[in-house]
């Protein structure tokens, strides 16, 4: 059984600092490329962030280039979001999710094919 379990979420002031956390188990990830999604009410989920096999490669959307920061700890099967200066259309549930046919990363949603439950992050003004 595959799971996905993010943590780290919360309330936070504009211009504040959150590390999200994906706990991966029941398979070893450290071969396949992982993401992290988000959905505001009312929104469509969106890309954030993601990180291939090796975390030599990553990508990141306009809107969080340059505050939000992906990496993985492959010895504990675990990939991390590092967000900085939140804005409040940071505000979202945030997702993770595994490639497993594909160890380069990719920002389509269709793309990856196990999800966790999500956490939501709330930024305020």
């Known amino acids: 059984q595959v799971q996905l379990v993010e943590s780290g979420g919360g309330l936070v002031q504009a211009g504040g600092s959150l590390r999200l956390s994906c706990a991966a188990s029941?398979?070893?990830?450290?071969?396949?490329?992982m993401g992290w999604f988000r959905q505001a009410p009312g929104k469509e989920r969106e890309f954030v962030a993601a990180i291939n096999w090796s975390g030599g490669s990553t990508g990141y959307a306009d809107s969080v280039k340059g505050r939000f920061t992906i990496f993985r700890d492959k010895t504990k099967n675990t990939v991390y979001l590092q967000m900085n200066s939140l804005k409040p259309e940071d505000t979202a549930v945030y997702y993770c999710?595994?490639?497993?046919?594909?160890?380069?990363?990719?920002?389509?949603?269709?793309?990856?094919?196990?999800w966790g439950q999500g956490t939501q992050v709330t930024v305020s003004s």
């Open positions: 999710a595994v490639r497993t046919y594909g160890s380069t990363w990719n920002k389509r949603s269709d793309e990856y094919d196990y």
């Open positions: 029941g398979r070893t990830f450290s071969s396949y490329a």
